[in-house]
């Protein structure tokens, strides 16, 4: 087994209580050792050389991948409002939202 941080049940539980979580006496020992495996893996990349690693703000190039805006056939407006429950001055007309005057 790896080694695991130190870290003590009497930690988690005062983390937990900041939290304001309240945790079983089985959550608090599920949690100890969830916990020092996750220091334990942050130990290990904390020690790793990356001298020769350029800072990033991403590991893979950006692109953009949304296709161009195009002007294309679409549905005739008017045979979609006339399928419509409801419609207004060319749209849809939709029950008030948020208490909004009709």
Do not use: K
Not at 39 to 68: F, I, K, Q
Not at 71 to 96: I, K, N, T, Y
């Amino acid at each position: 087994m790896a080694r695991m941080a130190h870290i003590t049940r009497d930690d988690v539980a005062h983390v937990a209580r900041l939290a304001r979580l309240q945790l079983t006496d089985e959550e608090l020992d599920t949690f100890t050792d969830q916990l020092a495996r996750v220091l334990d893996h942050a130990r290990d990349v904390e020690a790793l050389d990356l001298a020769d690693v350029p800072p990033t703000s991403h590991p893979y190039p950006l692109r953009n991948v949304m296709r161009p805006d195009e002007v294309r056939p679409s549905l005739d407006r008017d045979e979609v409002l006339a399928a419509a429950p409801a419609a207004e001055d060319g749209q849809f007309r939709v029950p008030p939202v948020l208490g909004e005057a009709p």
